[in-house]
């Protein structure tokens, strides 16, 4: 199955995340949210200006701006 | 047990997991709220007497975490190891447990006894998710009591079990768990090392210190080595050793692999029997649903404006009405107290120095409590962080936040506002450096007490453009504070953007105690903090603008003049005229006009006690200044008054141009006399609105300003930046305009 960045992801497909490169403070954020390798997650939407995204894991909503995504790889189901 | 015992309990858990709903469930009003030293995060306490135990809690800051990157974690994590409570209540969301489990795990490595209040059970059986307490109790091997916090089920129980294990006054056991076989063997070295000698084990167990050097926790590696630079040097070293070799072989960092294994840990204890979902997990729910339409590209944004718009409405109108009476309160006893004490100085004081000066403290309340409600109530509803998901892509091009608008807002964004409640309104913002960006640069905005100045002077000098104006300084306003937050951002608060994540909890309707709890202690902290400190520098305000007193002789020449003038009237009608205030009416001709004549005398008299006060000497001191702005003497005493409350911009323009109190009905005498002074025209006019619209803030926000941010000199900062980007500017405004040979 391919790989993407997050920020590539449309709305309403579905993945798998397999690697976070965020270091020092972002990459703790990320992982305080949940948002670790082998965690799936949904795109739930945009903003209005198409950044910040929203997303569902874990049964909850996190919203994340663009290049805070772009530190996130995701597995995507194909044909969504 | 002793019947006097007293347990020091703290409440732990996640934003948005009814900790605080249960905190106030618990403790009631009883509660206390203030801060921890040095910074701006809250610190609320509370107790509870329980069977005749003494609880003593103490709600957390909401954390994801127990990392030292955040002002609140590190508060919370501090709090755990140097406060040392006997256990902690950790409240985690029923509905959401894997993430709010990663907070748990850390407090367990910490090794505090630990009760869990398993919440929202109820919201969690609604979408399916049943989780079998005792089952997750046995597997994490701590007590866990399924609770509702908003009504209050559950309480009980967790109480009972919170005396019960707080009585045990067990030590701390840390929990161990596997790391990985690249993290493992390093940290059971490190962990021997630590536990040999004496190295912060006073306050941490040894392995969460060698967990901390392997995170590279910034706190603990410099406590460290401060205790023991060579033990520390060695522990450094060893967590190098690792991380680069994770770097090589995995691509990946030592913290990431311990976040994975906690998570992973997690995972496990929820496997199998722990958590039953009987829904899809991609079902929508209302929450989502509600989403589609209030973050819809189109409906998203209109419906924003319109929410904000009636909170700024609401926040205006509702408070309106008490203001009104406050002040009509405070005219009526300053009447008063001019006819029990002689008129005077002392009459001056408390007339123009106190009351004036508590007046000023206690008409900003109702603002305070109207506001604090609102944003309370979008806040708990979840509508907030909507606002600041749709809005941070304009923002974040500022160096500020999406959450950043509440405060400009409130500030008189739209115009009208108030810079007090706006500046209280960044709380709302958890991440520093733009927190401060708009805190400093929110009083730019046009607030309430500006207006008034402003529309004297457009009066006065564009008389066909009132609404113009108006709309054309609202958006000057916008671009004044937005740029200057750019600039503050390049400049004195650089640096990146502190990350946004921001999580987007379920709309959930607030419990009204809940909002009026919350309320009444920021309004109560307001009146606490500020009103003393406003107060004290109102009368300082008082004194530069009365002191010193005009010289004997002058003042006997003005009286001399009222004498002359009285002697050729008719004896009985002399004392009746040296009262203040008499009916005019029934006066004839002569006697009126005569009246007049000392009236002027008084108002010449006062406008020669304000030239000669310190405040006027200032004023006349910075013209060699503000005449590049065009502003001479009379308004530098005004704008200086305009310091203490931008209300008194009107009223001393007026005297410094004898005019007397009645006169000023509503700038309006002020205006038609500006108007005809040879002196003004419209480019000083001008130049004297965008001084006023960007000049330093007004007193009562000054001091907020130091209250929110934590230092002085952020208070003191805003004075000189703000009056010299405001000279600067008006400057520019001016020379540029004599340059192009408007006005002069």
């Known amino acids: ?80 | 047990m002793t019947a006097s015992a007293e347990y020091l309990i703290a409440l732990a858990g996640n934003p948005n997991c009814g900790k605080t709903t249960l905190f106030n469930a618990i403790t009631g009003a009883r509660q206390h709220v203030g801060n921890y030293p040095g910074i701006t995060v809250e610190k609320k306490e509370g107790v509870h007497l329980f069977n005749g135990l003494k609880l003593r809690l103490v709600d957390l800051p909401g954390t994801y975490s127990l990392t030292a990157y955040s002002m609140e974690e590190l508060v919370a994590r501090d709090f755990l190891a140097l406060e040392r409570p006997q256990l902690v209540i950790n409240i985690v969301d029923a509905s959401n447990l894997e993430r709010n489990l990663y907070l748990t795990i850390q407090i367990l490595e910490l090794g505090i006894p630990v009760v869990l209040a398993l919440n929202m059970v109820d919201a969690a059986a609604s979408r399916g998710i049943e989780i079998d307490a005792e089952e997750l109790s046995r597997r994490l091997q701590i007590p866990v009591i399924p609770t509702v916090a908003r009504s209050g089920t559950g309480k009980l129980e967790l109480l009972e079990k919170t005396a019960e294990v707080a009585a045990e006054n067990r030590s701390w056991k840390p929990l161990h768990i596997s790391y990985g076989a690249d993290i493992d063997p390093v940290l059971d070295q490190m962990e021997t090392d630590i536990a040999g000698s004496d190295f912060l084990l006073d306050f941490y167990p040894a392995r969460w210190i060698a967990l901390k050097y392997l995170e590279a926790d910034e706190q603990v590696i410099n406590k460290g080595a401060e205790v023991n630079p060579e033990l520390s040097s060695r522990l450094e070293a060893l967590a190098d050793h690792v991380a680069e070799h994770l770097q090589k072989t995995l691509e990946t960092y030592p913290e990431a692999i311990i976040a994975d294994h906690r998570y992973g840990f997690i995972s496990a204890v929820l496997k199998a029997g722990v958590v039953h979902n009987s829904q899809r997990s991609d079902r929508l729910y209302l929450s989502d649903q509600l989403d589609q339409v209030l973050t819809n590209r189109f409906f998203g944004p209109l419906i924003m404006l319109v929410i904000l718009y009636a909170v700024y409405k609401a926040t205006f109108d509702y408070s309106a009405l008490p203001v009104e009476w406050l002040n009509a309160g405070f005219t009526t006893l300053s009447a008063w107290m001019q006819t029990i004490i002689p008129p005077g100085l002392l009459q001056s004081l408390i007339v123009s120095g106190i009351i004036d000066g508590v007046g000023g403290v206690l008409s900003f309340i109702p603002l305070i409590l109207f506001m604090f409600f609102a944003i309370a109530f979008l806040e708990d509803t979840g509508y907030l962080a909507r606002v600041a998901y749709m809005l941070d892509r304009v923002f974040r091009t500022f160096g500020l936040h999406g959450s950043s608008v509440m405060a400009y807002i409130v500030s008189g964004g739209i115009a009208g506002g108030c810079a007090v409640p706006g500046v209280m309104a960044t709380r709302t913002l958890r991440s520093p450096r733009e927190r401060l960006a708009t805190l400093l640069t929110a009083p730019f905005m046009n607030c309430g007490a500006k207006l008034p100045v402003f529309a004297m002077l457009i009066a006065a000098f564009f008389p066909a453009r009132h609404a113009q104006m108006m709309f054309l300084l609202t958006i000057f306003s916008w671009i004044a504070a937005l740029s200057m937050a750019r600039i503050i951002r390049w400049t004195i608060l650089r640096g990146p953007s502190t990350p946004f994540l921001l999580e987007l909890p379920p709309y959930r309707m607030p419990t009204l105690k809940g909002l009026l709890i919350h309320t009444w202690e920021r309004t109560w902290q307001y009146i606490r903090k500020a009103g003393t400190i406003i107060l004290a520098l109102s009368i300082l305000f008082w004194a530069l603008m009365t002191f010193p007193l005009l010289p004997d002789a002058r003042k006997s020449q003005f009286e001399a003049d009222r004498q002359q003038i009285l002697s050729q009237l008719p004896e009985d009608t002399r004392t009746s005229l040296m009262q203040p205030g008499i009916a005019q009416d029934g006066l004839t001709r002569e006697i009126a006009k005569a009246s007049q004549r000392i009236r002027a005398i008084d108002r010449a008299e006062s406008e020669a006690t304000l030239q000669h006060s310190y405040a006027g000497r200032i004023g006349m001191a910075l013209e060699t200044l503000t005449q590049w702005s065009g502003f001479e003497w009379r308004t530098n005493v005004a704008l200086l008054a305009g310091f203490a409350a931008k209300e008194l911009i009107i009223s001393t323009l007026g005297t410094a141009y004898s005019l007397g109190g009645a006169d000023l009905d509503a700038g309006m005498s002020l205006s038609r006399r500006l108007a005809s002074d040879p002196q003004w025209n419209r480019l000083r006019a001008f130049s004297l609105i965008v001084f006023i619209m960007l000049y330093a803030p007004c007193l009562a926000t000054v001091t907020c300003i130091a209250k929110e941010s934590g230092a002085v000199k952020w208070a003191l900062f805003s004075l000189a930046f703000n009056t010299t980007a405001a000279y600067l500017i008006s400057a520019a405004i001016y020379q540029g305009g004599l340059w192009m040979g408007i006005g002069g």
């Open chain 1, 1 to 80: 199955m391919p790989t993407v960045l997050l920020r590539q992801m449309a709305v309403g497909q579905e993945g798998v995340i397999t690697k976070v490169t965020a270091e020092g403070e972002l990459g703790r954020r990320i992982r305080d949210m949940g948002l670790v390798p082998g965690t799936p997650l949904r795109i739930q939407g945009r903003a209005p200006l198409k950044d910040p995204v929203a997303i569902k894991l874990r049964n909850f909503t996190l919203s994340l701006r663009n290049n805070e995504a772009d530190y996130i790889t995701v597995e995507v189901d194909e044909g969504k």
